[in-house]
């Protein structure tokens, strides 16, 4: 492998580079050992307590602690080793020194503050570890220097192409390295790190006349996403790999709308539901929060299909059942109000004591409104929703305004200040079971309809409810 890019100074000790089982003469990088002795040096960092913090997932958790010397001298012992991962030593003066940690866990790496690229290590995984940090440190610099020549010039001209090639080979040239890492290093869990967290290589695929086709490239690169992905290697889920490739992978590789979203969540739980079993955890865990309050339209779908087809009794391994049962009626709740659902009649009283129903309204676009009128966000909320109305009325909309709330002269007051002229109604007996039928925690709830009364988008205040009503006009027109 070539050393073309070892530009600064780094010492090592590394008495060893592959070993085999003795029982079945498998080959490994580095020699397994039965406990941990970690001893850290950091030169200048500050004496006193100094926490080991364990990477998983975006969280930094605390494995262990020790005393550190006056030199910086800190040893960890654990007698039954500690998780594969990616580690963070952290003196007291927040002075840390990150390391990776596999089969090996008798190590020493010594470094100083001044000079985070001195490193002295018997560790061949970090060894290779602070080698690529090294050689990332230039590649940034040489990145950023390009970048900022490239504000200067312009798009389109010699000097902006120029830029640009320089800036495109130096991808190649990483990827190049990387390559080299997986020969040279085989059977390292630096390299399986490593490589785990590359990202395709970038096409630019044409439309006839010539143009960039992003939603091809967009479409190509979402397909080769994973491919050098080990779903099965748990080790990943210890360092930042899987959950910045998970994030990235749902939140910029498909259309933000919980159908779109759908088919790559389908994809991942379909990789890890016969895989390893904390992989599968993790990822479980990491779709329900992630999607019960969702931040796209229709996100929840991607709550509930998650926990109706992995999170049961027989699958949720790691939830006792009273766990699995609260998440599954929560996933019955909101079942019935999910978008792409038919909403539910609702039959309420308006103001005259007589009942209208939602579905007696025929309009293209209907808006069922729940309120409380001592809602500070309520107050705040129902004025943009009325400016809103009166310029929409004459288009389509209409407004079905369910007050929540139980008295009557606090429901009369509002609609009279507010001047709410559109179908304004309460049902203070829950007679209509609306409770059941439209899931929601927090008022003011918005529910968009279509003339068939299938929901069409939800949890919108008014500012963004617009672009729905346009969108719905355009599709009927």
Known sequence: MSKRYLFVLIIFSFFFTVSYS???????????TKDAEIEIILKGAAAGNVYLFGVYGDQNLIKDSAQADSTGKVVFKNPQRYPEGLYNAVYSDNSKLPFLLDRNQKIFIHSDKA???????????????????????????????????????????????ALNNELLKLIDDKAAVVKEYQEEYA????????????????????????????????????????????????????????????????????????DSLMDGVKFILGKTDKGNKEVFNFTVNYLMLTY??????????????????????????????????????????????LVGATAQDLNCKNEQGEYVNLYSIKKPIKVLYLYNPDCEHCQK???????????WKTKGLEVYALNVERDYDKWHNFIKNLQLDWVNVIDPQFESGYLKKYFYTDTPAVFVLDANNKIIAKQLMPDNLEYIFESMTEKKN
């Open 381 to 391: 909320e129902t004025p943009k929703l009325k400016v809103l109305y009166d310029k």
């Open 187 to 258: 059977g390292s869990f630096f390299v399986a790190f490593k490589v785990a967290g590359q990202n395709p290589k970038l096409q630019y695929p044409k439309k006839p006349n010539g143009d960039l086709d992003t939603l091809a490239q967009t479409i190509l690169i979402r397909n080769a996403f994973w491919n050098n992905y080990d779903f099965n290697d748990v080790r990943l889920l210890r360092t930042p790999v899987y959950h910045n490739k998970l994030t990235k992978y749902l939140n910029t590789m498909f259309y933000q709308h919980g």
């Open 22 to 32: 003795q029982t079945s003469g498998e080959k490994f990088f580095e020699p397994y």
């Open 115 to 161: 000079d985070a690229n001195h490193i002295e290590t018997n560790s061949a995984e970090n060894r290779i570890y602070y080698m690529n940090r090294a050689y990332e440190t230039d590649l940034a610099l040489k990145q950023n220097r390009i970048k900022k020549d490239m504000e200067k010039t312009s798009p389109g001209s010699k000097e902006y192409d």
């Open 292 to 337: 019960e309050k969702p931040k796209v339209l229709g996100g929840d779908k991607i709550f509930c299909y998650t926990v109706d087809n992995y999170f049961t009794r027989e699958k949720a391994y790691w939830a006792d059942s009273v766990t699995v049962i609260r998440a599954r009626m929560m996933s019955d709740l909101m079942r019935p109000s």
